[in-house]
């Protein structure tokens, strides 16, 4: 009984000396309970959803040096909204989550936390990204930036590689870390592959009707090979990228898992991406697994999985290439077609537009400007005519053969120096393994970027965070090792 009254009087006295801000948030609530009544559902589903972002907030504040868990769940959260909503801002949402993010990273990190090790994020990514980022920063002057255009594509292009840059060294330090991101990004597989699973046995709701059928997505999404379905995503393309991105991941993560559930688990999901790239027809996404197995050989020290790798990768060229097993399904049909592109009319047309845009990029030495690639919102005072159809051939458009040949060098060095520190600096092999699987990913990623439009959001932080992981991994072979050595010295003495 005393112990009660003790906490009463306590909260008593709290509500005392703080009785400004209780009323005042005593106000908002009623002021939010009018507007409720009188607003649409939209908005009443934003102020419905106000509790949760302030605990969210919060558990981030608490958790700050945890927080780019916080991140990389949030962006997938963004992403599966946009199914059932119409008009969804969702790139100034996400702008604003980094925003808040990093800036409760410094305030927690200069008030209360005076032992993070910053070293951590200061490799050859950090001083790569950045080179890349003044560049595009530099990009505003050029004569034909449209201002907004520009601050959109930024963050895709610098921002969001920063953040991974700075803070996946910081955050993930151990197995269990890059483990917890395989189960985050799992639990987004598991949500997008059920809407595509819907969509194609239950059909289409609201939303997706609207962009098929009013703003003319049917053109691309129902075509003659068949329906090709994108779930929560943008379009089809992002959405068969994706999955083929979590294939591989998951696909290598599950021979370095030694915990049986959880390699099963890993190898679901494995399965369920490539459900969800052979049905979203995007035949660029075949780049993916090929690139990850090519990494592996690479990456792995190890005869054995060496010749394992190399015999997958020509299994599946011959597949593809030589016979046409399978051709009854139009999905394997679609994807067979990638391997004859001299038979694509759709890539044959890319050539021949690759060839106008070259005659016109020689002279736009710093390109066309950042986010007017495409036709969209924007009205510059000139504008490509031809359509890029790429990532790659966005980047040589946007950025000029200036920005194209700096983002090939950076990332082409960001590449070879992450393999390096994974087979010599790194001993532990389930680690080397672990993030071999993001690097790989992250490579195959760059293969499919010169055939579609892939770098859209959350693309962007996926890729970035298996680059950075490769950069932090001495770290983590480090932090794990004296872990063991711990562990050992314990066992000795009992």
């Known amino acids: 009984m005393k112990k009660n009254s003790r906490y009463i009087s306590l909260a008593f006295q709290w509500l005392y000396e703080r009785w400004t801000y209780v009323l005042l948030i005593i106000i908002l609530c009623f002021l939010l309970y009018k507007k409720l009544l009188s607003s649409s559902p939209f908005i009443s589903i ?57 800036i409760l990273l410094i305030v927690y990190y200069s008030l209360y936390d005076k032992f993070i090790d910053w070293k951590l994020c200061r490799n050859m990514m950090l001083w790569g990204i950045l080179c890349w980022s003044a560049y595009c920063c530099l990009e505003l002057a050029n004569p034909n930036c449209v201002p907004k255009a520009w601050s959109v594509l930024l963050f895709q292009y610098a921002v969001y590689p920063l953040l991974c840059t700075i803070l996946v060294p910081i955050t993930i330090k151990n197995i ?42 049917a053109s691309t999404h129902i075509i003659w090979s068949g329906i090709r379905y994108f779930s929560c995503f943008t379009d089809a393309a992002n959405f068969g990228i994706h999955m083929a991105m979590a294939a591989t991941t998951f696909g290598i993560s599950t021979i370095y898992i030694k915990n049986k559930a959880f390699k099963l688990y890993c190898f679901i999901i494995m399965l369920l991406g490539f459900y969800g790239m052979f049905i979203s027809g995007t035949r660029s996404a075949i780049a993916i697994p090929f690139g990850g197995l090519l990494m592996l050989v690479i990456l792995s020290k190890s005869v054995k999985g060496s010749i394992t790798s190399v015999l997958l990768l020509f299994i599946l060229y011959l597949f593809f290439s030589f016979t046409h097993i399978g051709d009854g399904n139009s999905y394997v049909h679609k994807m067979r077609s990638a391997f004859h592109p001299s038979n694509d009319p759709s890539y044959l047309l890319r050539v021949e537009n690759r060839k106008k845009i070259k005659i016109l990029m020689i002279k736009k030495p710093i390109g066309y400007g950042l986010g007017l690639s495409k036709p969209g919102l924007y009205h510059p005072k000139e504008r490509i005519p031809y359509p890029p159809d790429s990532f790659i051939i966005s980047i040589w458009v946007e950025t000029g053969y200036i920005g194209l040949i700096l983002f090939l060098t950076i990332h082409g060095f960001l590449f070879l120096w992450a393999s390096w520190l994974l087979l010599y600096k790194v001993q532990n092999k389930k680690i ?17 970027a010169y055939g579609n439009d892939v770098m859209q959001y959350p693309n962007c932080i996926v890729i970035y965070t298996g680059i950075a992981l490769a950069f932090a991994a001495p770290y983590i072979d480090k932090n794990e090792r004296k872990h063991q050595e711990e562990v050992s010295i314990l066992s000795t003495q009992e």
């Open 46 to 102: 934003a102020i419905g959803l106000v509790p949760i972002l302030i605990i969210i907030v919060l558990l981030m504040i608490k958790n700050s040096h945890k927080i780019f868990y916080f991140l990389f769940a949030l962006q997938f959260l963004a992403v599966i909204p946009t199914d059932f909503l119409l008009e969804y801002p969702l790139g100034i949402v996400t702008s604003i989550l980094c925003f808040a993010m990093a």
């Open 176 to 217: 269990r870390g890059i483990h917890l991101l395989l189960i985050i990004w799992s639990v987004f597989i598991l949500i997008c592959v059920a809407i595509a699973f819907r969509q194609q046995h239950f059909g289409w709701n609201a939303r997706e009707n609207y962009f098929l059928f009013t703003l003319g997505g």
């Open 432 to 448: 080397r393994g672990l993030i071999a699987a993001w690097l790989g990913m992250a490579a195959g990623f760059f293969l499919s």
